[in-house]
């Protein structure tokens, strides 16, 4: 049976060291049927490793009731992965975070008030262990290390980003969750990405992050000396979150230069996300941060490969790193990590930050070595040095030029082929395939090149025609900058002048046949597969039928049945989505209080009597107080309920959706205000674990912010907050009560059981981790961003209420509607229409024009949500398109597209549009 060990310089499978050259493909986020296409535009990008997680709601949707078929079938990932030659790095979880709803936890969890999320929990470890006793069974036989031919998967990480201080507690959850995944027989290693914060005995610690590469793996090589460095999260970007505007494309030379910091250290790395894909459905999670920081539908994240299957802005400058550091493992698997001399901090090279000149760094070993020379970051804000000398070991010089690039890599005394050895060249290398060696600089510099003690001189081409040169048994192709990108390789052979490949391996030429060298470097001309065309015209969308929701906004829909009053959604069979509420209220004389919902979550769109009256919750378009017209009589009071999703991450991770409390009208609390006093230090831990960036013996500060106040009535104190500025514990009446995360928004109700007939005291301390500048900027902040409210009158508490699942209408309730008859529907409804067959092999989106927010289907797949504008037309960054998956387009009949609109848009000016950036990188 084979064998997966390591030591302090790489992974080892049976004795045979490999080199990790890795990329994310969450196959929940990619349709099925490219799952194959992804993996190979990876496998062309020179990865030879996937990393996927399992995201727990997805296979478990209801306690035992478990989903590993269709697109949730990972062992058929798993096994592609395989069949593409490279292996697998996966992360069962059980918590992922990543910006799924809850972090890929299921909702269902929330419905046991004695479960804890990701801690030592009796009744959270037992469901989790059921369920990674169900994932095992699926892909226990997929391990390298499984007897006959075995499969692909190499490495399990435990959990995901467990950041807490609390040794104890890690020790019960982590140290439970390693021990469920060897009882399960997975017994290839295991990771973690705790950056350093826990872990468990025997597992591998990895890191996460992108910047400062260089200065991390020579950190972890000094901490943990016998294991390998793996970056097993490097992040081009973060999540797009709706209603922040773009982060901007990352510029890709400087992404390439990060990675190429992580080879300078001897480590390996994991790109996270390779591709992006789509938050299909409701998958969409919550980010902390802010107040209405909802993950978007797209999840592109300028990955170098798009959620569409085309190439990102990053795609040529990660790929040329990746198929060196693929081509050439062997350099940095046996490369020396104690090897570490003094250099510049890449940090500040090149003009840098700070600094000037460039950085060398230079990897060596039995295999041979690398230089790198580090330019400036191209984030940054100095001018590059485009330009070196390297001085050589006898005192010869070697000119580098970094050309476009901000990292330039020389290789020096590596074994090529049969008895060709490379003794150094000042250009940098894309890939060996047999005795083909491509190499690559600025085009019109003069390349250098010694094998075997014999120097030659080349220059690299200006033109479109590679140099080509047969030198001590080796045929040596020297491309521009411009030519490399089209090189595509395989193991038999490299092809250039190619526009990509196809997902079996063959070359699509960019003009009628691209130029083909043999692993024994002879060379060719193929014709490959055929040109792909034009973009052709993309379908008209026509035909629109409308199904209002009348009856659920009046409240006469038979659907609504009766509940005790103000419920979670999960638990009204809502575990996503949206809900109906029905609140049937006995006003006894005409009235229009202003009310809040307590606690609830995310927006609620409140109808009185069938007309709508406002939004309350979170995001553009809402408010947190309502006037809320009641005459004398009955009165119907509607609510949708809107859950964008639930927090990814944080301290607040399961919070809970839907209308919770009652309505109730408020009024600010006369006489309190706050100040500044001194207290004792709270020990976080002792509060509260796990705590996430805390550690044992950490506390809060002494200088807190008090808001003392006289209450001897029984009603409720709301707290009403606004963008909280730090950290902090909240103290009512010396207890501590809840943490609040940096920028939280929201109410906290406080009722007679934690209040006093008298004086009460309402504190908050931050946790001691600010300067005395940010400290102070803080205390300041906390008395403008919470405001102390008194609760008048619940004015829902003795209505009779009711429920009702939201869903689409019956195929009767749909009208047709002319295209000038759409604007004006003024509340939420349904549309829906029919388009012509889709050609094939060109991204197709939808351009979101005239509508608001709401959801859309395609041929009855949920594509996800939308959020364009708000209900004024108001425009909400940052996406206003979703892509059509061509696999889930019908090629031979009409497509059917259905939207939902929360706010009375329609859609007069949608339009079907194809990807103007070309086509997929594997077609």
Known sequence: MPSVTYDGRSFMLDGRRIWLVSGSIHYARVPRECWRDRIAAARHAGLNCIETPVFWSRHEPRPGAYDFEGQNDVRHFVELIGQAGMVCILRPGPYIGSGWDMGGLPAWLLSNPDLKLRSANQPFLEAAGKFLTALAGQIRDLQVTSPGQGGPLLLVQNEAHWTCGHDDEARGYLGELHRYLRENGLNVPTINSNNLWQGVEGEIDCWSGSEAMLTVMRQLSTVKPDQPRLVIDFSVTAPSVYSEGDAGTPEPMAVQRRLAEILAGCGQYNIDPFCGGTNFGFSGGRLPGGASRFVAQSNDRHAPVTEAGTPGASYGAVRRISMFASAFGKVFSHANPEYRPVVLDPEQAGGGRTGAGVSISHVSGQQGGCVFV???????????????????????????????????????????????????????????????????????????????????????????????????????????????DKVYATDEAVYLGCAGMTADNQPIPEGRNCMMFNAEGEQSTTTGAAKAPKSPKAPNLSGWECAETREHIDGSSPRYAAIDGPADLTPLGAQTGYGWYRITIRSGATRKPKVIAPCSGDRLLVFVDGEETGLLGFGPGSVNELALPLKKGVRQVVVLADNLGRYSTGADLGDKKGLLRDLWEVTPLKGVKHKQVESTPLNLLEFRKPLWEVREGDVTSTDR??????????????????????????????????????????????????????????????????????????????GTAVRVLEGVSAVTDKADWAFAKWEAPSEAAYESVAKAHMEGAACPAWWRCNFDPAEAGVPLFLELNSLTKGQVYLNGRHLGRYWVSTFDGTPVPPQHRVWLPECWLNTDGPNELLLFDERGGHPGKCRLVHEPSGRSVIR
Request: with cysteine.
């Open 374 to 484: 580090f330019g400036a970051d191209p984030a940054g804000p100095h001018g590059a040095v485009k330009h070196s000398t390297l001085l050589l070991a006898g005192g010869s010089t070697l000119p580098v030029s970094l050309g476009e690039q901000a990292v330039a890599w020389c290789l020096f005394d590596v074994h090529l082929t049969g008895r060709s050895r490379l003794d150094y060249t000042n250009l940098n290398a894309l890939t060996l395939v047999g005795r083909t060696l491509v190499l690559f600089g600025p085009s019109g510099s003069e390349g250098l090149v010694s094998i075997n003690g014999s120097p030659i001189e080349v220059n690299v081409p200006k033109g479109k025609t590679p140099e080509v040169i047969d030198h001590e048994g080796v045929t040596i192709v020297v491309c521009s900058e411009q030519q490399v």
């Open 705 to 782: 912010v008090q808001w003392a106040f006289m209450h001897r009535k029984k009603s409720p104190i709301i707290l009403g907050v606004d963008h909280f500025p730090a950290r902090a514990v909240l103290i009512v009446n010396d207890t501590p009560v809840r943490f609040l995360e940096t920028g939280w928004t929201g109410h906290i109700f406080l009722d007679e059981e934690q209040l006093t007939r008298g004086n009460n005291s309402i504190e908050v301390a931050f946790v001691d981790e600010l300067d005395a500048e940010a400290l102070g900027a803080a205390i300041k902040g906390a």
